[in-house]
């Protein structure tokens, strides 16, 4: 292990030494370019809405109910309520009030954290479609839209894992290019009654201001903040997330941490790396201070320190192609 002090390698200096030909996103990464995307739960945002706009109190009490705060389980089950109340001649107006209610609530909370599309520069697109072509694979445990985005502004060199109808196969997923999985999900995928997982067609703008807005059945697949084995429950009832997880768990060469903090409530992603036993992990650090980088470099070794055969590196974030200032787009928003 590396020696706890303060010192941090410039990120061109470590890659030249030690190359990375993986990529692990993290929330830090999305607040990197919107600090806004810093909020501290989407269930939260829901709630204070507020009454016109939030999560009812009948809402709320379903998902306590259902012991998560995870959107999209609880969609779910109100669609299989639905389903199964037709076949059983029960009348479902009560669940279908409760779905289009909490639907309402998550497009209003989304829309007011998410940055705005009117507000993406060109410049900061094609520096991140840049920065994630250095890579064979990136994960992201992040669900907003910025990677999608990225993608689509110069999508020629990405590997396409779903098809041309949007859908995702389990067993078609080889494809050339820098393959771009999403453990969590994110707002422009969505899970069907059966299970499996389409990509929405839109772009740039619709692709935000279509979220949610989708046929009776379809549910927005992505996974919220929530404990790290409410999240694996989630993923274990998605193939495409559960397929992205498994992938991770295979990561045995060089693998990248930028902004991925990994606390307890992505424990499933951290014994995802421990499964892999990387050969090197290459951590961003932000230089905040001395005690910070020292703080920091002191988490990640006591989550690694036991894995032999893996070398830990650490890098100054902000020498990274997507921590560079350049890349963060300036925000007035007030928040409630």
Same mark, same amino acid.
């Given at each position: 292990?590396?020696?706890?002090?303060?010192?941090?390698?410039?990120?061109?200096?470590?890659?030249?030494?030690?190359?990375?030909?993986?990529?692990?996103?993290?929330?830090?990464?999305?607040?990197?370019?919107?600090?806004?995307?810093?909020?501290?739960?989407?269930?939260?945002?829901?709630?204070?809405?507020?009454?016109?706009?939030?999560?009812?109190?009948?809402?709320?009490?379903?998902?306590?109910?259902?012991?998560?705060?995870?959107?999209?389980?609880?969609?779910?089950?109100?669609?299989?309520?639905?389903?199964?109340?037709?076949?059983?001649?029960?009348?479902?107006?009560?669940?279908?009030?409760?779905?289009?209610?909490?639907?309402?609530?998550?497009?209003?909370?989304?829309?007011?954290?998410?940055?705005?599309?009117?507000?993406?520069?060109?410049?900061?697109?094609?520096? *991140?479609?840049?920065?994630?072509?250095?890579? @064979?694979?990136?994960?992201?445990? /992040?669900?907003? %839209? =910025?990677?999608?985005? $990225? #993608?689509?502004?110069?999508?020629?060199?990405?590997?396409?894992?779903?098809?041309?109808?949007?859908?995702?196969?389990?067993?078609?997923?080889?494809?050339?290019?820098?393959?771009?999985?999403?453990?969590?999900?994110?707002?422009?995928? *969505?899970?069907?009654?059966?299970?499996?997982? @389409?990509?929405?067609?839109?772009? /740039?703008?619709? %692709? =935000?201001?279509?979220? $949610? #807005?989708?046929?009776?059945?379809?549910?927005?697949?992505?996974?919220?903040?929530?404990?790290?084995?409410?999240?694996?429950?989630?993923?274990?009832?998605?193939?495409?997330?559960?397929?992205?997880?498994?992938?991770?768990?295979?990561?045995?060469?060089?693998?990248?941490?930028?902004?991925?903090?990994?606390?307890?409530?992505?424990?499933? %992603? =951290?014994?995802?790396?421990?499964?892999?036993?990387?050969?090197?992990?290459?951590?961003?650090?932000?230089?905040?201070?001395?005690?910070?980088?020292?703080?920091?470099?002191?988490?990640?070794?006591?989550?690694?320190?036991?894995?032999?055969?893996?070398?830990?590196?650490?890098?100054?974030?902000?020498?990274?192609?997507?921590?560079?200032?350049?890349?963060?787009?300036?925000?007035?928003?007030?928040?409630?």
């Amino acid at each position: 292990m590396p020696a706890l002090d303060a010192t941090l390698t410039p990120w061109p200096e470590l890659a030249a030494r030690h190359p990375c030909d993986a990529l692990l996103l993290g929330n830090g990464a999305s607040r990197a370019v919107w600090k806004p995307f810093g909020y501290f739960s989407l269930f939260e945002e829901a709630q204070r809405a507020g009454r016109k706009k939030g999560l009812a109190i009948s809402d709320q009490a379903l998902f306590k109910s259902l012991a998560t705060e995870l959107f999209e389980p609880v969609l779910s089950a109100l669609n299989t309520t639905v389903r199964a109340n037709a076949a059983l001649a029960i009348n479902s107006t009560a669940p279908l009030n409760r779905y289009y209610s909490i639907k309402e609530a998550l497009i209003h909370a989304v829309r007011t954290v998410h940055l705005p599309w009117s507000l993406m520069p060109a410049a900061t697109l094609a520096g *991140l479609n840049q920065a994630l072509r250095n890579y @064979r694979s990136v994960y992201t445990s /992040n669900y907003d %839209l =910025l990677l999608p985005w $990225a #993608v689509q502004h110069a999508p020629h060199g990405f590997a396409r894992l779903f098809d041309e109808q949007g859908f995702f196969d389990v067993r078609r997923t080889h494809s050339e290019g820098t393959r771009v999985l999403h453990l969590h999900g994110g707002l422009h995928l *969505l899970k069907l009654p059966d299970g499996t997982t @389409r990509q929405r067609s839109a772009d /740039n703008a619709e %692709l =935000l201001d279509g979220f $949610a #807005v989708n046929i009776p059945g379809e549910v927005p697949l992505f996974v919220n903040e929530d404990r790290s084995d409410e999240k694996l429950r989630a993923i274990r009832h998605s193939d495409y997330l559960g397929w992205c997880l498994g992938q991770l768990a295979q990561e045995s060469d060089g693998l990248c941490l930028f902004g991925q903090h990994l606390d307890s409530t992505d424990q499933h %992603l =951290l014994e995802a790396i421990r499964l892999a036993q990387p050969k090197q992990l290459s951590i961003a650090i932000r230089p905040l201070s001395e005690a910070s980088v020292i703080n920091q470099k002191q988490h990640y070794v006591d989550r690694f320190e036991d894995l032999a055969g893996t070398h830990v590196h650490f890098f100054d974030a902000s020498t990274h192609p997507l921590g560079g200032a350049a890349l963060a787009i300036e925000s007035h928003v007030t928040r409630r």
